[in-house]
């Protein structure tokens, strides 16, 4: 099958795609995001592999830049990881972790560029053009998988899990850890379960379109 029959099929799909769903109905757009909670305490109920499993096969569809797909992720789940974990997370965050059945490593990996022959044959060259180019490649290491981690939160939603997003660690310690020895660097945290409601916070004000946005 040539080029030209593979890019017509994908348009039919797209446009398969499009007139089966236009929009996301309100219950879909409460649930992923107007009623969705970051959530610091967690039941005790377990999170299966295969959820885990299922979470990252949704997520990797979201879009990257030439399909670089940077994102890697460590799910840290036993008790032995988590105490490897806790002293890298300020004081206020490791029991949000620990009462999390699973607190995802969401990490970018700085040598993504070694995939792209596979996840980007269009360019032959895209390899090489990170490869040669260690700034760039570090950008689009982070942006591409901060974008996957995104995709990542609303997926677990999705799949109704509940998730608590962290920031307050020190991503030296957690590389050191979890991620020695490979080109894999830690982005954020962000802790998977079934949440308790009864531990969350108020929710926060957000800005409105004309304080943050211009159309021109």
Not at 22 to 29: G, S, V
Not at 110 to 122: D, G, I, R
Request: charge should be negative; hydrophobic fraction near 45%; include cysteine.
């Amino acid at each position: 099958m040539d080029t030209d029959t593979l890019d017509a099929n994908a348009r039919a799909d797209v446009r398969e795609a499009r007139a089966r769903i236009t929009k996301a109905d309100p219950a879909t757009l409460d649930l992923l995001l107007r009623d969705a909670r970051t959530h610091y305490g967690f039941s005790d109920k377990e999170v299966s592999d295969d959820v885990l499993k299922e979470l990252y096969d949704l997520t990797k569809w979201g879009p990257t830049s030439m399909n670089q797909q940077p994102a890697r992720f460590v799910f840290v789940r036993s008790a032995e990881a988590k105490e490897r974990l806790r002293p890298a997370l300020m004081e206020p965050n490791q029991g949000k972790m620990m009462s999390a059945p699973v607190t995802a490593i969401v990490a970018f990996d700085t040598a993504f560029f070694e995939k792209l022959p596979v996840l980007f044959p269009p360019n032959p060259k895209a390899r090489d053009m990170f490869a040669d180019n260690a700034e760039m490649a570090a950008g689009n290491a982070f942006r591409n998988g901060s974008m996957q981690g995104a995709y990542f939160l609303i997926a677990a939603r999705a799949l109704g899990l509940d998730a608590g997003p962290m920031s307050g660690f020190n991503p030296a310690a957690v590389d050191e850890a979890f991620l020695a020895g490979t080109t894999w660097k830690s982005n954020f945290l962000c802790n998977l379960g079934y949440g308790d409601e009864e531990k969350l916070f108020r929710r926060l004000p957000r800005l409105d379109f004309d304080e943050v946005a211009r159309i021109v």
